[in-house]
């Protein structure tokens, strides 16, 4: 069964303060790896796919790379109106179609 | 562009009463998708449809849980009866089938069920 698994559950951090969310996965035959960050009382907001290891992407002061087991968000002197809860999802053959699988999130604050 | 768009945003019930979801999906997805999110939790899905089929309803309580799509764009949940234990977040997603490459879903902003 594909297990996706975010560390740590919630992190605080001052802003400017430079840090790293981790997701680690189980997965057979990985289609794509999704980040997605999600505010209170709104749906998850698409940020990112990586499809193979070595792979990265970046986003203003967010940075997503990707392994053959896990994958790092990294967040480069963040701002508060970067506080969200950031979700890692797996897209995966299942036989005959794809799943995407979510990890539980991780809880970002950031103060002045 | 708009983006996938469901109504009621909040419902409250009592226990044992109907309840339905709508969602309209991002114009051109043909692959609409129904999220159950608990809180503290990342998205399930209960299932997918792509066009008016739906290709995997594996996870969906048929018991109480119904959906339709028939026209293959909006789609609707309903839960009837409902439970204490359905208080959740429904949210809907849509994607476009891109060959080669890994669909990318857009959820709506979901509509928080309360079963009193």
């Known amino acids: 069964e594909d297990q996706v698994t975010q560390s740590p559950e919630a992190l605080r951090l001052q802003e400017g303060e430079s840090s790293s969310l981790n997701c680690s996965y189980t997965?057979?035959?990985?289609?794509?790896l999704f980040w997605y960050r999600q505010d209170p009382g709104k749906g998850p907001e698409f940020l990112f796919t990586?499809?193979?290891a070595g792979e990265e992407k970046e986003k203003e002061r967010l940075k997503a790379t990707l392994t053959k087991k896990e994958s790092f968000l990294h967040i480069t002197a963040p701002k508060p109106e970067d506080s969200a809860t950031y979700l890692c999802?797996?897209?995966?053959?299942?036989?005959?179609?794809?799943?995407?699988?979510f990890g539980t999130g991780t809880r970002l604050q950031v103060t002045l | 562009e708009a983006g996938v768009v469901q109504s009621p945003r909040y419902k409250i019930i009592e226990k044992k009463q109907p309840v339905a979801f709508w969602c309209n999906p991002i114009?051109?997805?043909?692959?609409l998708y129904w999220y159950l999110q608990n809180l503290g939790q990342g998205p399930e899905l209960l299932i997918r449809?792509?066009?008016?089929?739906?290709?995997?309803d594996s996870q969906l309580p048929k018991d109480r849980f119904s959906a339709e799509r028939l026209k293959g764009v909006d789609s609707t949940l309903k839960i009837q009866p409902a439970e204490l234990g359905d208080s959740a977040v429904y949210l809907c997603?849509?994607?476009?089938?891109?060959?080669?490459?890994?669909?990318?879903?857009?959820f709506g902003p979901g509509t928080r069920l309360t079963v009193l």
């Open positions: 997603a849509s994607s476009k089938r891109t060959s080669g490459s890994a669909d990318t879903q857009y």
């Open positions: 997965v057979s035959g990985l289609r794509g």
């Open positions: 990586l499809y193979s």
């Open positions: 999802a797996v897209l995966a053959y299942t036989g005959t179609a794809s799943k995407l699988t």
């Open positions: 114009s051109g997805h043909n692959t």
């Open positions: 449809y792509e066009n008016e089929e739906a290709v995997d």
